[in-house]
């Protein structure tokens, strides 16, 4: 090996071990971590990647079903993101992308997000196009169940995308537990939440977020599309509306159509399609006897067990963890 060829191994070892200490120090993933270590000053690197993380967007709603909290298991689990995965190179998928606690906590470059929520996706395009104007439409709301009930009661159709996400995020943030729930008509119908003081404008936060989706696509659209958009080497991550885990508990609605046994199976035949091609494909859904068949068998796919931080039930006798599943092809 010739002395420069050396010292570029030497350089690369170097390189991938800071990365690690930064993915260690600070409890990052790795593509992260790795655009960090590139954009952050040498000189005080790990100051200044003190000031990067604590200066990072974090979603801009709260939403039924985010993954924030979960996210340490994935990593430490060795399955995300996947090692083969180049966010150089290629794409990062969300179809089901909800507050989007995944895409924001790998911040890739390439990216495109999109759901069947409407309301949401026009919300994260305002954001993106119009924060400035979104932040003075935000800072005009009042909290008060009178003021709350009637922006609720607003036909939609009638406003434009700014009182859209303006709308949107206020309702998030003063209804009952920042849920998003729609009747049969698509209506929202979540009552008023009894915050003492919610923030309901972070505009820091909103700031950071349009800052971060500057170059990214965020469309109103079915999951299956991405198959038209997807490429080997691309990571897809479908978190979907999860299958019930009783008969009973099918409590969340974040569009006005159901996702059961149909659209679930359906979505394992993406899941196969798209592995074909050689994407990396990963999935969380719940830890149901129906999921774990439709996926079991299926060569190269490994259900891997997550412990989720609720309860199953509200009895104290009866409290136990329950299990997710988190579904990947590699
Ligand atoms: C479990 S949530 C995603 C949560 C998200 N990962 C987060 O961290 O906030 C499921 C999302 O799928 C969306 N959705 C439901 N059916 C869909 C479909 N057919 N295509 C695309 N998105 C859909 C819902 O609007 C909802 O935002």
Same mark, same amino acid.
């Given at each position: 090996m010739s002395f420069y060829a050396k010292i570029n191994v030497v350089m690369k070892m170097s390189i991938k071990q800071s990365v690690l200490d930064i993915q260690k120090n600070f409890d990052i993933n790795a593509i992260y971590a790795r655009h960090l270590f590139h954009i952050a000053n040498k000189n005080n690197l790990f100051e200044e990647i003190e000031k990067l993380v604590e200066e990072k967007p974090k979603p801009f709603v709260k939403w039924v079903g985010g993954k924030r909290q979960l996210l340490k298991q994935f990593r430490e689990l060795g399955?995300? =993101?996947?090692? *083969?995965?180049d966010p150089i190179a290629n794409t990062y998928f969300? =179809?089901?992308? *909800?507050?989007?606690a995944v895409f924001f906590d790998l911040l890739p470059k390439k990216a495109e997000l999109s759901d069947l929520n409407k309301e949401l996706v026009t919300t994260y395009n305002v954001i993106k196009n119009d924060v400035e104007g979104l932040i003075k439409s935000l800072k005009k709301h009042k909290h008060n169940k009178e003021y709350f009930l009637d922006i609720r009661s607003q036909?939609?159709?009638?406003?434009?995308d700014l009182q859209i996400a303006s709308r949107f995020i206020y309702l998030n943030r003063t209804g009952f537990n920042g849920m998003y729930r729609v009747n049969s008509r698509g209506e929202f119908n979540v009552p008023f939440g009894k915050y003492n003081n919610p923030l309901i404008c972070d505009e820091q936060n909103l700031r950071r977020v349009s800052k971060a989706l500057q170059k990214v696509s965020i469309k109103h659209q079915d999951?299956?599309?991405v198959l038209r958009r997807a490429k080997s080497g691309d990571f897809i991550y479908f978190d979907p509306p999860y299958y019930p885990v009783s008969k009973t508990a099918s409590f969340t609605s974040y569009t006005a159509e159901s996702f059961l046994d149909k659209e679930q199976i359906e979505l394992r035949d993406t899941f196969v399609e798209l592995s074909k091609r050689g994407c990396f494909v990963m999935l969380s859904n719940s830890d149901t006897p129906f999921i774990n068949e439709i996926y079991?068998?299926?060569?190269g796919v490994k259900i891997n067990k997550i412990v989720a931080?609720?309860?199953?039930?509200?009895k104290a006798s009866g409290r136990g963890k329950i299990t997710e599943v988190l579904i990947t092809n590699y």
């Open positions: 399955l995300y =993101p996947p090692d *083969g995965f969300e =179809p089901f992308v *909800g507050g989007g036909k939609v159709a009638k406003l434009s999951y299956k599309e079991s068998g299926i060569k931080g609720r309860a199953i039930n509200s």
